[in-house]
């Protein structure tokens, strides 16, 4: 089986800067497309930030210009950077990853809030 673990969510003032980690670990055949999605409080889960495993980027309007993701293959980690928060970045961010064999999986979520 396979799990993915976030890190690097918190508190931070509107201007500011985050950086999240999510990595992949168990029996790992292959990752394709890892991404971001987010869940504001009342609101349902959306797409943040995915990335094939190629390397290319696809973006929601919101976070374009503000939010970047990379990730390492060697190391089975995707990031997302997010500067210029803004509160209504505010929400739990998940991070989702398609394993080969294995399916698509979620992680259990990271807080991020953002104070005006």
């Known amino acids: 089986q396979v799990q993915l673990v976030e890190s690097g969510g918190g508190l931070v003032q509107a201007g500011g800067s985050l950086r999240l980690s999510c990595a992949a670990s168990g029996v790992i055949f292959g990752i394709d497309t890892m991404g971001w999605y987010r869940r504001a409080p009342g609101e349902q889960r959306e797409l943040v930030a995915t990335?094939?495993?190629?390397?290319?980027?696809n973006y929601a309007d919101s976070v374009k210009g503000r939010f970047t993701i990379s990730r390492d293959n060697a190391e089975r980690t995707v990031y997302l950077f997010m500067n210029t928060l803004k509160p209504e970045d505010t929400a739990v961010y998940y991070c989702?990853?398609?394993?080969?064999?294995?399916?698509?999986?979620w992680g259990q979520g990271t807080q991020v809030t953002v104070s005006a």
């Open positions: 989702n990853a398609d394993f080969r064999k294995w399916g698509d999986r």
């Open positions: 990335i094939t495993s190629s390397g290319s980027p």
